[in-house]
T-cell receptor, first 114, second 108 residues
């Protein structure tokens, strides 16, 4: 157990729907990162939050949004889902967010859009 | 744009057969290079951080090295439990960029 908790583990939904993925960072970590991993691509950075504020943005679609709450858990909202959104979505955390070092990843949410 | 290229895409080794995985990178202002291990259906597990050319890190049968353009992950006398996908990532000024990984299979 890495200490980063992601729910749900699996999600199957239809095209056009909206889903919410949840992440609780490791205790004491202030920064949360969201990544998308599909079969033909590596881990693609989506967005980073630090202590409730958006810190950096990657290749996140306009249909996707995220937020980090006062208790530091984060949610990734995916709307108007398309078949191509099917992927593994990982959350990672780090103590500060600007430091140089490895992240702690959760076990991911596997999203299947049918 | 920061880029990370890993080779080979897949590698099959006999137990005890040593080899190396390659990670080539281009990044604006390298702040750190990372190696992760990822098992099927799980999140990446952090292995090493390398900060500057010439640096080396070791952990059990794994040894990571860094030059100005690439990093190598050397696996000495691998065991079946070393089978996994190994990911390389670089941290530049703005973000961390991951490679697509090398899938290693170690056969008993």
């Amino acid at each position: 157990d890495s200490g980063v908790t992601q729910t749900p583990k699996h999600l199957i939904t239809a095209t056009g729907q909206r889903v919410t993925l949840r992440c609780s960072p490791r205790s004491g970590d202030l920064s949360v990162y969201w990544y998308q991993q599909s079969l033909d691509q590596g881990l693609q950075f989506l967005i980073q939050y630090y202590n409730g504020e958006e810190r950096a943005k990657g290749n996140i679609l306009e249909r996707f949004s995220a937020q980090q709450f006062p208790d530091l858990h984060s949610e990734l909202n995916l709307s108007s889902l398309e078949l191509g959104d099917s992927a593994l979505y990982f959350c990672a955390s780090s103590p500060q967010g600007g430091e140089i070092g490895g992240y702690t990843f959760g076990s991911g949410t596997r999203l299947t859009v049918v | 744009e920061d880029q990370v290229t890993q080779s080979p895409e897949a590698l099959r080794l006999q137990e005890g057969e040593s080899s190396s995985l390659n990670c080539s990178y281009t990044v604006s202002g390298l702040r750190g290079l990372f190696w992760y291990r990822q098992d099927p259906g799980k999140g990446p597990e952090f292995l090493f951080t390398l900060y500057s050319a010439g640096e080396e890190k070791e952990k059990e049968r794994l040894k990571a090295t860094l030059t100005k353009k690439e990093s190598f992950l050397h696996i000495t006398a691998p065991k079946p439990e070393d089978s996994a996908t190994y990911l390389c990532a670089v941290q530049g000024y703005q973000k961390v960029t991951f490679g697509t990984g090398t899938k290693l299979q170690v056969i008993p």
